[in-house]
């Protein structure tokens, strides 16, 4: 009889744990939001050593966030972005002589994965958000190309694998129905992380540098309640 006591009690202890599982799980499930974003970048690198401008990329992922109160999320994003450089230059022929001006196209190609809190204002349709987080990038490759006479090298092992970033936003959501809304925003990233790798061999060349982007992003999302 005792055995067939410890035998009930562990079997109902078993499923209680099940349904405690369940009901959390559920719980959890009924705050999340999945969604997909699309967007263009407008970044530049601030390098130690010359001036810059700024050029546009894409960007594009997928995001999941959490409802931690009526207002409040906790984000988590998984993004492919390109962001760069672009750099005026002067075209000389054999000789030395100036024949004109071009510019150099330089991209990094990263996935980045940028985590926020972000905050829903009031309870109207339109909904005015702000957001606040870290991001964390992967470089994938580095390229720089002057379009105008089909010319690409890649430097990527002179650049830093990954890169630190801070970002805060604003932007706008409005429903889509009952289950889904649309949300358009824009961010500033500022690069923390010194984007110089290995040295180039090249003592007059220099990489030393941060990013800063200006992203502009529009999706869909899809509410799990």
Not at 72 to 90: D, T
Not at 92 to 117: C, E, K, R, S, W
Request: glycine share 8%.
């Amino acid at each position: 009889h005792f055995n067939s006591r410890i035998m009930i009690f562990r079997t109902l202890t078993f499923l209680l744990s099940i349904v405690f599982l369940l009901s959390t799980a559920t719980s959890l499930a009924q705050k999340l939001t999945l969604g997909l974003n699309a967007g263009a970048n407008l970044s530049t690198i601030r390098y130690d050593a010359y001036d810059t401008k700024f050029k546009v990329g894409p960007t594009a992922g997928i995001h999941i966030s959490w409802r931690l109160s009526e207002n409040l999320r906790l984000r988590l994003e998984a993004l492919g972005e390109r962001k760069g450089a672009r750099q005026e230059i002067n075209l000389t022929d054999a000789n030395g002589t100036a024949i004109g001006t071009d510019y150099i196209a330089q991209h990094l190609d990263y996935f980045t994965v940028p985590v926020m809190l972000q905050y829903a204002f009031g309870k109207k349709t339109w909904k005015p958000i702000a957001c606040a987080g870290a991001s964390w990038g992967f470089l994938i490759e580095e390229t720089q190309e002057i379009p105008n006479v089909n010319y690409g090298v890649h430097n990527t092992p002179y650049f830093k694998k990954s890169d630190l970033s801070l970002f805060t936003g604003l932007g706008l959501e409005a429903p889509l129905g009952s289950m889904a809304s649309f949300q358009i925003q824009g961010r500033t990233v500022i690069g923390l992380t010194d984007l110089e790798g290995k040295k180039p061999e090249n003592p007059v060349a220099s990489y030393a540098g941060t990013n800063l982007s200006f992203l502009l992003m529009a999706g869909v999302q899809l509410h799990i309640n």
